[in-house]
C-alpha cells in the first residue's frame, strides 16, 4: 500500500517502499520496556508447545511503534498517535534536520 501525506509546505511525503530515510518508528518509554520484556520472555522462558519462529512471531506482532516521518524540503514531522491519526511538529529551524537518517 502506497501511503502519501500532504505536507502544509506543499511537498508529498510518499511512503512505498521500506528503507526509507525520513521515515522511522518510534517507542514510548513504557512501550520500549514492554517490548524488551517480551523479547525476554521469548529467550527466557519458551514454551514446549511454542516453535522458535512462533515465538519470533509473536515479538513481532506486539508492534508497539509507531511510525514517524520528515518531510525533506521543510522537515516537518509527521507521527502516527494512538488512533493513527497524524500528528504534526515543526522544527524550531524550519528546515529538515534528517533526524531519522543516520
Known amino acids: 500500500m502506497i501511503m502519501k501525506i500532504g505536507c502544509e509546505c506543499g511537498a508529498v ?3 512505498q517502499t521500506d528503507y526509507l530515510a525520513n521515515k522511522g518508528y518510534i517507542f514510548g518509554d513504557k512501550d520500549w520496556f514492554n517490548f524488551w520484556d517480551i523479547v525476554d520472555d521469548a529467550i527466557e522462558n519458551p514454551s514446549d508447545k ?3 519462529e512462533e515465538a519470533a512471531m509473536r515479538v513481532r506482532k ?3 511503534t509507531r511510525l514517524i516521518w520528515e518531510c525533506r524540503q521543510c ?3 509527521y507521527l502516527d498517535d ?3 491519526d497524524l500528528v504534526q511538529y515543526v522544527p524550531a529551524n524550519k528546515k529538515c534536520n534528517d533526524i531519522l537518517d543516520r
Open 75 to 77: 522537515g516537518r514531522l
Open 82 to 84: 494512538q488512533n493513527h
Open 13 to 15: 511525503i510518499v511512503d
Open 62 to 64: 506486539s508492534q508497539p
Open 50 to 52: 511454542e516453535t522458535r
